[in-house]
Nanobody, 122 residues
Framework: QVQLVESGGGLVQAGGSLRLSCAAS????????MGWFRQVPGKEREFVAV????????TYADSVKGRFTISRDNAKNTVYLQMNSLKPEDTAVYYC???????????????WGQGTQVTVSS
């Protein structure tokens, strides 16, 4: 079992930055790939980024490539999402999730956090 708790969301102006954190419980955190997704009301949950268990591999959605960076610290059981040059269209609830193998679909993830709201004003 892995329990995930996100933090770091908030209100920011366009062009600004935020760093999301996702703290995981359990001793097996380092064996999971970790992903970030986002969702706005009425739309499906959207892939943002994923990182392999070791941190050596990352993949990003085209919409965030070059602006967002995913990283992890296995010693702290934490994964991060650094978000720069934020745009109003980045406004969403952001979720972290754990998977046994890197995946781009929400169906590939076994554990989810409760989400944190990110709002970008224009």
């Amino acid at each position: 079992q892995v329990q995930l708790v996100e933090s770091g969301g908030g209100l920011v102006q366009a062009g600004g930055s935020l760093r999301l954190s996702c703290a995981a419980s359990g001793r097996t955190f380092s064996s999971y790939a970790m992903g970030w997704f986002r969702q706005v009301p009425g739309k499906e949950r959207e892939f943002v980024a994923v990182i392999t268990w070791s941190g050596s591999g990352t993949t990003y959605a085209d919409s965030v490539k070059g602006r967002f960076t995913i990283s992890r610290d296995n010693a702290k059981n934490t994964v991060y999402l650094q978000m720069n040059s934020l745009k109003p269209e980045d406004t969403a609830v952001y979720y972290c999730a754990a998977a046994r193998a890197p995946a781009y679909s929400p169906r590939g993830y076994q554990y989810w956090g409760q989400g944190t709201q990110v709002t970008v004003s224009s």
